[in-house]
């Protein structure tokens, strides 16, 4: 029983970060209705910024802060310069642009920093905690605490400021939002510079798990789209419950169900979003697609 | 047409000559499609001023120009300000509340977040919640189903949602895109006594898009017709109810 409820702690560890990155993707769904494949490549090159800096000996935390914002920019930039132009587009031209994020940014990394695998620093000490017959590492603890502490903040921007009522009403009614003096452009790039920072949360959180490479991060935004489906595309809470969901279900299955074992982990987030798309479409807890009077 | 406009439609102006929006020679479209084709209009401080005319003459295109929603060639002054080609978070700013067709509700908001956002623009959080109050007293309705997603409301509360909305700017020129659409017809007159009390109450003024010409021809002091993308007929209510071929088009009847 213990090590069944360890299991599900330390896949909650793992369903954190994949949260994160789903969130990110439910974001840009959100604002601009659009897929970002190349959400886990902005995430990992974030991931390189911090490491960049902590090569330079800058703290932990700092290097953290600094790259988060760094992202943000980022972000706002992207959205500014690649995705404004083709807004309102067909919807091909905008997968076949964020597709060209994804490979460029997958390149630019191998051009700057070598397709050679790094070490991450891991921000948390090595112990655990032992209580109940449980052992749970500081790592998973660490990643559930800032990942929370993320969530905590975006609840707070979305639900308690003048800005994050301003973003929702964008969401779910840009001409309306327009009319009311809503400077859409604008919040457009905020969700996407938003997205950009949840992202490299992620990024950064998973890397001491993994080696630091330019494809450090396909696994992980298969696993986040695995997490969005699961919790609806449409509802940020619904993609950080599939997050976890998601990460419980794959540790267990790795555990669990021998025949699967670590190499067919992978195709957990596969199963879970066929299963999805054939038996609720809309996710979890995503709005059934229903035409709006 | 333009004869017809030229004999009976040149607009005299609001009596007194106080215009408080100006409208000249105002062009509007979508891409290729051109829809307004030179709208002259003035309309006086604290009227009520309805526009009437068939669907696609391009009503609604004139309120979304004149909000700043589609470029423009022309002028628009509001109140001796030119408003023209600015965005519409800048018109927003000077007093325009524009209730679109459909009324625009913010549906998984609530009731409450749909009205605050009508005062986005607006500083002083004090002053926004008085309004709410005050919109509460026009409103009681929305009141009692503050914390409710917006889209659960029925037709009608929408409709006084969206006004409420607009209030929330506390604006000095209000703009309604056929807020009958869909409602019974006691509804909507319910909703028009509201409005004239609003642009009694406030001194704001009025411009409404209205396909049941009766009710819009009752609250407002003065009418316009468009027709195709032009004003075809200016006048006051009594002189545009009594145009024959107003009558006929629009009134459903013969004078
Ligand atoms: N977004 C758009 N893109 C292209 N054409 C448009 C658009 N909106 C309206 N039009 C066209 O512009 C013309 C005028 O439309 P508009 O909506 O202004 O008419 P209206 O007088 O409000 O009609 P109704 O009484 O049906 O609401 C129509 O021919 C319409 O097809
Ligand atoms: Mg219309």
């Not at chain 1, 943000?72 to 997968?95: D, K, N, S, Y």
């Not at chain 1, 993320?150 to 779910?172: N, P």
């Amino acid at each position: 029983m213990a090590g069944f409820l360890q299991q599900i702690i330390e896949g909650l560890g793992a369903g954190a970060i994949y949260a994160s990155l789903a969130l990110a993707l439910v974001l840009i769904y959100q604002f601009t209705g659009i897929v970002n494949f190349a959400q886990g490549e902005m995430a990992m090159f974030s991931t390189y910024i911090a490491w960049q800096f902590t090569a330079g000996g800058m703290p932990f935390w700092l290097a953290l802060v600094l790259t988060l914002a760094v992202s943000f920019a980022g972000g706002m930039l992207i959205e500014r310069v690649l995705i404004r132009p083709v807004e309102g587009a067909h919807e091909l031209t905008v997968v076949i642009v964020s597709v060209g994020l994804f490979i460029f940014v997958n390149a630019a990394a191998g051009w700057i920093w070598t397709f050679l695998i790094k070490d991450f620093p891991n921000p948390f000490p090595g112990g655990a905690i032992e209580a109940g017959g449980l052992t749970v590492g500081f790592s998973t603890l660490g990643i559930l605490l800032v990942v929370g502490a993320v969530m905590g903040l975006l609840y707070l921007l979305f639900q308690h400021t003048k800005i994050g009522l301003g973003m929702r009403a964008v969401a779910t009614n840009p001409e309306s939002a327009r009319l009311v003096g809503i400077r859409v452009g604008w919040t457009l790039a905020l969700g996407w510079g938003l997205a950009a920072t949840v992202g490299a949360v992620s990024g950064i959180l998973v890397a001491p798990l993994l080696f630091l490479e330019p494809n450090m991060m396909s696994g992980v935004l298969i696993y986040a789209f695995a997490a969005a489906t699961l919790g609806g595309f449409d509802s940020p809470a619904g993609a950080v419950a599939g997050g976890l969901i998601v990460g419980v279900a794959e540790t267990l299955a790795g555990a669990y169900a021998g025949f699967i074992g670590s190499d067919l982990k992978i195709g957990v987030p596969l199963v879970i979003i066929l299963g999805v798309l054939l038996v609720r479409p809309q996710g979890l807890f995503g709005r059934a697609a229903v035409e709006r009077v | 047409m333009n004869e017809r406009a030229g004999e009976r439609g040149a607009d005299p102006g609001p009596p007194g000559g106080d215009a408080f929006l100006t409208v000249t020679d105002l062009h509007a479209g979508y891409g290729e499609a051109r829809v307004l084709h030179g709208v002259n209009l003035t309309v006086g401080r604290g009227e009520i001023c309805a526009i009437l005319g068939p669907n696609g003459a391009g009503k609604t295109t004139l309120l979304r120009a004149l909000s700043g929603m589609v470029r423009v060639r022309g002028a628009v002054r509001l109140d001796g300000a030119d408003l023209t080609r600015r965005p519409p978070d800048a018109v927003a700013r000077r007093g325009v509340a524009h209730v679109p067709e459909g009324r625009g509700t913010f549906m998984p908001l609530t009731v409450e977040e749909n009205l605050r956002l009508g005062a986005f623009v607006r500083r002083g959080r004090g002053e926004v919640e008085a309004d709410l109050e005050r919109i509460h007293g026009y409103f009681p309705v929305l009141r009692e189903r503050l914390r409710q997603p917006a889209g659960s409301l029925s037709g009608g509360e929408q409709q006084m949602l969206a006004i409420g909305r607009a209030l929330m700017l506390r604006p000095r020129l209000l703009l309604l895109d056929e807020p009958s659409l869909g409602l019974a017809p006691i509804v909507t007159r319910e909703l028009f006594r509201i409005v004239q009390t609003i642009n009694e109450q406030e001194r704001t003024t009025v411009v409404v898009v209205e396909q049941n010409a009766h009710l819009a021809l009752d609250v407002a002091g003065r009418a316009h017709v468009l027709e195709t993308g032009r004003i075809v007929l200016s006048g006051s209510a009594e002189r545009i109810r009594a145009d024959e071929q107003v009558a006929q088009s629009y009134l459903g009847y013969r004078v």
